[in-house]
Nanobody
Framework: QVQLVESGGGLVQAGGSLRLSCAAS????????VGWFRQAPGKEREFVAA????????YYTDSVKGRFTISRDNAKNTVYLQLNSLKLEDTAVYYC????????????????????WGQGTQVTVSS
C-alpha cells in the first residue's frame, strides 16, 4: 500500500516562503518520477513541478519558475517543494503524486499520469 503524506503548508504573507514535504511509504521514491500539483477553489488541479525518477531532470510550470524548487531526499524517502517569493495566486491545496512506472523520464504534467496521491496541504498567501 503506497501512502503519501504532505506537510508544511500554512498561512504566509506575500513574498514569504514555505517548504512542503511529501513523505512516502510502501514505495521507494528514488525509482519513480514524482510531481506536485495544486488546486485552488473552483479551479482544476494544475501541474506545478515534477522530478524525474533519478532527480536528474526537473520541470516547472511557467508561473513558478525561478520561485519554486522540487528536490528529493532518498534516505528519507521524501520529496520537497520549496516555495519562495509567494504570491496571492499561489494560494491552493498542494498535492504530491507518484508515477506508476519506474525508471521513466519525461515531463509528466497531467494528473492521470500519476498513480498515487497524497491528501494535500493548504497553502494560503495573504497580502
Amino acid at each position: 500500500q503506497v501512502q503519501l503524506v504532505e506537510s508544511g503548508g500554512g498561512l504566509v504573507q506575500a513574498g514569504g516562503s514555505l517548504r512542503l514535504s511529501c513523505a512516502a511509504s510502501g514505495r521507494t521514491l528514488s525509482s519513480y518520477g514524482v510531481g506536485w500539483f495544486r488546486q485552488a477553489p473552483g479551479k482544476e488541479r494544475e501541474f506545478v513541478a515534477a522530478s524525474s525518477w533519478n532527480g536528474g531532470n526537473t520541470y516547472y510550470t511557467d508561473s513558478v519558475k525561478g520561485r519554486f524548487t522540487i528536490s528529493r531526499d532518498n534516505a528519507k524517502n521524501t520529496v520537497y517543494l520549496q516555495l519562495n517569493s509567494l504570491k496571492l495566486e499561489d494560494t491552493a491545496v498542494y498535492y504530491c503524486a507518484v508515477r506508476n512506472e519506474a525508471y521513466r523520464s519525461g515531463r509528466y504534467s497531467s494528473p492521470p499520469e500519476y498513480g498515487y496521491w497524497g491528501q494535500g496541504t493548504q497553502v494560503t498567501v495573504s497580502s
